[in-house]
């Protein structure tokens, strides 16, 4: 696997976010000061951040773009991830958590709290993304 992007200076990553449109016509943005790291496999596309996962198969996606400033909440495609090791956002989406058997653990929309689960690996499911978070 090829790595994207390894790492953002700090300057440079103010106010900026790499933007991944998918075929669908999706997009996902992901904040640069957190540093997000892309790999490419022979037929998936995986960025990592801290605390989340997120996996697309090559296939799928459009394109992948530096921005600067954030973009507008109004636009329906845009879809905004995060996860503090406390909580997932994903303003505007019914969110469900699985453990790693599958088993649905708890749902919300818009946030989920996951300060009451324990230790472990979960999927989280927003938006027609799974995404897996280590607690």
Do not use: Q
């Not at 799928?60 to 845009?78: A, K, Y």
């Not at 749902?107 to 989280?124: F, K, M, N, Q």
């Amino acid at each position: 696997m090829s790595a994207l992007m390894a790492g953002a200076s700090t300057a440079m990553a103010e106010g900026m976010s790499l933007k991944v449109t998918l075929n669908d016509g999706y997009v996902r943005t992901f904040t640069l000061t957190d540093k997000p790291v892309v790999t490419f496999g022979a037929t998936d596309m995986k960025i990592t951040a801290p605390g989340a996962e997120v996996t697309y198969p090559r296939a799928d996606v459009r394109n992948i773009t530096f921005v600067e400033g954030s973009l507008s909440v109004t636009d329906r495609f845009v879809t905004n991830y995060y996860y503090d090791g406390m909580e997932f956002r994903c303003e505007g989406n019914a969110i469900a958590v699985c453990d790693m058997n599958g088993r649905l653990v708890m749902t919300g929309r818009d946030r989920v709290s996951t300060a009451s689960l324990p230790t472990g690996i979960y999927i989280i499911k927003a938006n027609n993304t799974a995404i897996k978070i280590i607690k």
